[in-house]
């Protein structure tokens, strides 16, 4: 007759309870099964895609120019951030020799550059005191230096900084700096979240050779307040400032102290050397380099030749600094009252960017000097992209900091970079207060911005009052705008007789308005680079496009009264002797190239041109060949390009045909 009642109830609590049980334990499991994947070693988890961090132009060495944000929230863990993984190898990166991380970590190694957009395992392999060379000349390694020179303090302010990295800017200071001439190390912590940097670093600085304290903003407020803090509590004759991923080689510290003891108003940076972000590879560069910035504002490198600052011991003396009308920014020492005297840095400066302009242009114009001690050779590792967050959003905060930066110092030029760059509009002036920093312009009665561009930068590519500023177009006697300039240069009087650019200048001045207004951007045609995807440093042939609106500077020029056709970046117009003495196009791996090239400005013959008011014909001084539009076949494409290059002047002839249409820089 079945079960009875009861038992078939307790036989389905049971059922019930069974249920229940094994869904729970499917659930733990599940929970475990989830914790272990997140726990794998990430060789064997799913391989993901490795962090964009190259681009595919030629590497060139980036300082002081924001490229984007690294990839920091991609798929690390705080864990991942937190660890500190530091396991020196003897010999690892011995002279400053590259870091082979080994097969089996390749993909951690990937994934642990992200971190701080350089590669930590290859750093975490290297010890603290890794050899390095002597990076100077004969000449430099010769030079004595008197006993009493200035002490300093170096300040080294950081966020986020990997323990290795700074760990190892602390000890090539501790183990390169006469002891005598340390007095000691700050380090400004700008509210980092890392473990690591919290206690274990705290005990490790107890133990230093050298005095070393550390502090810590509050929040976090970018390098400028951060080394802010710092000055204000160092005590050395000299302020040393450094970033947090350096390397100083022998002899480093001397030179630079020994320009101060010589002139206090002197700025002095070491030649800033090259640490691999790849592999941590000591390299030295050149000791001639001198720098300055484009129209963007970003600093830039330039190598052409410059003369040397007298020193007191004599003219041609090799060992002596070489005056730079701009600073990269990070490294540098200074007078510590000469700092303060000089307006320390404007404090309303926040995260990254723009503190090293404006320091550039104040030091020189309130009276000092910036200079570049070629004995001097500190490495640092320069990285393709920033790592850190920008609190306030990263163009809100570079926009505040250049708009600062152009408001105060560079009067007429500031509407030049707000008008013609792209992160800075004339806008940004209404939300900046600038008024204690032109107070303090006056108070050290400063000198103008044409100064400076005239007597320190005599080489820049910015506009000015005796130059063009505008666009070259082509005149194919068709538009508008180039009937009108035609007809103004066929109807000017005695117009054979100059050949002067400024005459020229001056007569298109005349109608700028007028010409500036007829340029139409779908029909006029601009010399521009034939490519806008390389870098402006390197060689480019020259075409005709499409003019582009006025936030763009691809086709925009400046052209010297002498006869210079530059643009943004110091690049400039280049006659290129062809190798067989015959003119044709050369054709050049994938590129199209010609006879005219725009590469880095010099200076040289090949770079100065003539213009015929007459013929609207740009020809080259020495060679007497005119600026010439053609059609060639890229080799590898097989498509047909058009080329500017250098040919026989034909006055007939309306491919050698060029207008000069002002814009206006100034307000
Ligand atoms: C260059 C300079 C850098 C600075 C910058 C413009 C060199 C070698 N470096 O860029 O010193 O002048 O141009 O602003 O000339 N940091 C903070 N808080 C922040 C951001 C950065 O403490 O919010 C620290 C950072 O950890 C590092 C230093 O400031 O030690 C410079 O930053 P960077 O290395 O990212 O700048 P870098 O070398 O690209
Ligand atoms: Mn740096």
């Avoid at 090799?318 to 510590?336: E, K, N, Q, V």
Wanted: aromatic letters at 12%; one cysteine or more.
């Amino acid at each position: 007759m079945g079960l009875p009642f009861q038992k078939l109830k307790k036989l389905w609590l049971l059922y019930l309870f069974l249920l229940f049980f094994a869904f729970f334990m499917f659930a733990i499991s599940i929970n475990l099964y989830v914790a272990s994947i997140q726990n794998t070693d990430p060789q064997q988890s799913h391989p993901k895609p490795a962090p964009k961090r190259r681009s595919l132009w030629p590497r060139k060495n980036i300082v002081a120019h924001y490229i984007g944000k690294g990839d920091i929230f991609g798929n690390m863990t705080a864990d991942d951030y937190n660890i500190n993984q530091f396991k020196p190898i003897e010999n690892e990166g011995a002279d400053g020799r590259p870091v082979v991380v080994p097969p089996r970590d390749r993909f951690r190694m990937q994934r642990f550059f992200r971190l701080n957009s350089f590669n930590l395992l290859a750093s975490d392999r290297i010890p603290l005191n890794r050899t390095l060379k002597d990076y100077r000349t004969p000449e430099c390694r010769d030079r004595k230096y008197t006993k009493n020179l200035p002490n300093t303090s170096v300040i080294i302010v950081f966020h986020n900084e990997a323990w290795s990295v700074l760990l190892r800017t602390i000890t090539s200071v501790i183990n390169r700096s006469p002891k005598h001439l340390l007095k000691e190390i700050i380090l400004v912590d700008d509210a980092s979240d890392r473990t690591y940097l919290k206690r274990q670093l705290e005990s490790y600085i107890k133990v230093l050779a050298v005095p070393t304290r550390l502090y810590r903003m509050k929040e976090r407020s970018g390098l400028v307040p951060a080394r802010l803090m710092g000055a204000q509590h160092a005590r050395g004759d000299v302020l040393t400032f450094l970033d947090a991923h350096c390397e100083c080689s022998r002899g480093w510290l001397e030179p630079l102290l020994a320009r101060i003891r010589e002139s206090r108003q002197v700025v002095i940076c070491p030649v800033i050397d090259i640490i691999s972000d790849d592999n941590f590879s000591y390299t030295k560069t050149f000791e001639n380099h001198w720098g300055a910035f484009n129209w963007q504002l970003s600093f830039r490198w330039f190598s052409s030749e410059r003369k040397r600052s007298t020193t007191e011991s004599s003219v041609k003396d090799l060992t002596a600094p070489i005056a730079t009308p701009g600073m990269a920014g990070g490294l540098f020492a200074i007078d510590r009252k000469y700092f303060y005297e000089m307006g320390s840095y404007d404090s309303e400066m926040r995260v990254w960017g723009g503190e090293n302009v404006e320091m550039s242009f104040r030091i020189w114009q309130c009276g000092g000097r910036i200079e570049i001690s070629p004995c001097s050779h500190v490495g640092h590792v320069f990285r393709s992209s920033t790592p850190y967050t920008f609190p306030g959003g990263m163009s809100e905060v570079l926009t505040n900091n250049l708009a600062r930066a152009a408001s105060v110092w560079m009067d007429d030029w500031q509407y030049f970079v707000m008008l013609y760059t792209s992160g800075l509009t004339l806008g940004a002036k209404d939300k900046i207060n600038v008024t204690e920093r032109v107070a303090l312009r006056e108070k050290l009665k400063c000198k103008p911005f044409s100064w400076y561009l005239e007597h320190i930068w005599p080489e820049h590519f910015f506009p000015a009052p005796d130059r063009f500023f505008g666009k070259i177009i082509w005149l194919d006697g068709e538009t508008e705008c180039a009937q009108a300039y035609s007809r103004h240069m066929k109807n000017l009087p005695g117009r054979a007789l100059s050949r002067e650019w400024s005459r020229a200048f001056d007569e298109i001045d005349n109608k700028a308005a007028e010409f500036t207004s007829l340029i139409d951007l779908e029909r006029d045609k601009c010399l521009r680079p034939l490519r806008d995807d390389v870098p402006r440093s390197s060689l480019q042939p020259v075409t005709v496009g499409d003019c582009t609106s006025h936030a763009q500077t691809m086709d925009m020029f400046v052209i010297t009264p002498k006869g210079q056709i530059m643009t943004n970046d110091n690049v400039c117009l280049t006659y290129r002797p062809p190798k067989q003495g015959v003119i044709k196009l050369l054709k050049n791996r994938n590129a199209t190239t010609s006879n005219i090239m725009l590469t880095q400005c010099a200076s040289e013959p090949s770079q100065f041109w003539s213009y015929d008011m007459d013929t609207q014909q740009i020809s080259h001084r020495d060679t007497k060949l005119c600026l010439t539009l053609k059609s060639a076949t890229n080799t590898r494409s097989q498509k047909v390009e058009k080329v500017v290059l250098s040919m026989q002047c034909d006055f007939k002839d309306i491919t050698q045909k060029w207008g000069l249409i002002p814009l206006p820089w100034r307000l």
